[in-house]
């Protein structure tokens, strides 16, 4: 594994060292940090995975696929007999809103049901009908949607009604893990916030959507904020973990902002990794929420604003993968925008925010005789752009301190020519976190905050600004008024 620009020699990392974890879209991660949250050399492993899915919306993972991965990265992080018992806390974040159904013993009834199933529409359009979404919403911060537990939840009931029978609860991913490896499915606030339950001024679990849904309270694993880690017996297998406090599992989001270095209301992060968001983190609620956004509880006090994007290095990767694109693609985003290159709407797996259309598919408009592959890829990266354009238009007025965006995740890394074309849409700076990993980093920042919260931490590793184009706000206007012409046309009627 190549080493990262700020990484430590072990024999010169700073005490306390925390492991952190994180289940991403694409792998599972891990890697040991100091106190200033730089990742230790050597410590760190990385094992792929890919959702199965299929084209009725499945989108799913094995869970005990995801601890055996686990698994592996412990074995490989902690195998250095130099550690001792120096690593003080194990923190792991995991992609939001995923959803297992367990019996008593604790073994899953379900395959861990991923953010992008959307076999639950029906039920959204029903519990559209028998509640009210827009205060729905302001209590609980999030749509009606088929990320959420309410309508997944229906529909298992619809379609497999003896596994609801007997599911004695309804966990994330990352807490099935943890009861695996430690014996408690110990939840973070964050995780149980992107259930789509949880009312974001209280903290506790939204009764009108529990009885839609068919559940529970006593279902579902009590949040937990960073501040109130465990002290289970650590598993005999990794001897390095002995005196560790294993934390909540958290979502992914909010270990990407913090990452990020976007840790208050000044800075919203744009990720860019399989998926993507705009996030701000806030103290308090966002009051009124924006419709076209969500607002998540994320610990005491403090929630993050936002809308995600299911289809960004997806996007990507279907176009690299579909067409025959030329050997630099890079090249084909600084040239300069043209009227030739086709309008797409890049919803592949759906929309999440800010139109919420689940069942939302790809558009691509606007070809020709004369249009390539490289036009075609050029339109696709100008679509991802353009769908964070119209969620930076909701978050506008309700974060009206915003001064930075930060840009951070796999795409920007691995294409960062397409900043330009996201800061030309955005119309505004775009700085460049080029930290790999950063959702790891930030689940690391966020125990050591506990853990050693006098700690310096090391700066984040930034590379170019990337400043908007005069030339180009005039054609990106234009763009983004045929984008919502043909969504008002094709997608939300």
């Not at 919306?57 to 592996?72: F, K, L, M, N, W």
């Amino acid at each position: 594994m190549a080493r990262s620009g700020d990484a430590v020699e072990l024999h010169e990392a700073q005490d306390p060292l925390v492991l952190a974890l994180d289940i991403g879209s694409t792998a599972t991660r891990g890697g040991v940090h100091d106190a200033s949250g730089r990742p230790v050399a050597g410590l760190q492993h990385k094992v792929p995975h890919a959702f199965t899915v299929a084209p009725d919306g499945t989108s799913v993972i094995d869970p005990d696929q995801v601890v055996d991965e686990v698994a592996q990265v412990l074995d490989a992080v902690t195998a250095d007999s130099r550690l001792g018992t120096r690593i003080a806390g194990v923190a792991m974040d995991t992609f939001a809103a995923s959803l297992v159904g367990v019996d008593r013993a604790g073994r899953p009834l379900t395959p861990c049901l991923t953010y992008a199933d959307q076999r639950s529409a029906g039920e959204v359009a029903a519990l559209r009908d028998l509640l009210d979404e827009p205060a729905v919403q302001q209590r609980t911060g999030t749509r009606l949607h088929t990320s959420y537990h309410a309508p997944r939840l229906r529909w298992l009931a619809a379609t497999q009604p003896r596994v609801v029978a007997g599911a004695a609860a309804w966990w994330s991913l990352g807490e099935y893990v943890l009861a695996r490896l430690v014996g408690e499915p110990l939840a973070g606030t964050s995780t149980v916030a992107w259930t789509g339950l949880l009312d974001r001024r209280t903290g506790a679990l939204d009764e009108e959507l529990l009885a839609a849904a068919g559940v529970r309270a006593d279902q579902f694993s009590a949040p937990r904020d960073m501040v109130e880690p465990a002290h289970p017996s650590s598993p005999s297998r990794w001897p390095a973990l002995a005196g560790a406090a294993w934390f909540g599992v958290i979502t992914d989001g909010y270990a990407s902002n913090v990452g990020a270095g976007a840790t208050d209301p000044t800075v919203v992060a744009a990720a860019t990794a399989t998926s993507g968001a705009l996030r701000v983190l806030l103290d308090g609620p966002a009051d009124p929420l924006p419709p076209g956004l969500w607002n998540y509880r994320v610990g005491t006090g403090r929630t993050l604003l936002g809308g995600a994007l299911n289809d960004v290095g997806r996007a990507v990767s279907w176009a690299e993968a579909v067409l025959r694109l030329s050997p630099e693609p890079g090249r084909v985003l600084t040239a300069a925008p043209s009227s030739g290159t086709p309008l797409v709407l890049p919803y592949l797996t759906g929309e999440r925010a800010p139109g919420w259309v689940g069942e939302a598919r790809a558009t691509i408009t606007g070809v020709s005789a004369a249009t390539d592959a490289d036009a075609v890829f050029r339109g696709v990266v100008e679509g991802m752009a353009l769908t964070y354009a119209r969620v930076a238009d909701e978050l506008a007025p309700a974060a009206p301190g915003v001064v930075e965006v930060a840009a951070s995740g796999s795409v920007s890394n691995d294409l960062p020519e397409w900043l330009q074309v996201l800061a030309d849409v955005l119309a505004r700076p775009v700085q460049h976190v080029t930290r790999k990993r950063s959702t790891q980093r930030g689940t690391a920042l966020l125990a050591l905050d506990v853990l050693a919260p006098g700690a310096p931490r090391a700066p984040r590793v930034t590379g170019a600004t990337f400043e908007p184009v005069p030339a180009h706000a005039n054609h990106y206007a234009d763009r983004r008024a045929r984008f919502a012409d043909v969504y008002a046309a094709l997608v939300h009627p």
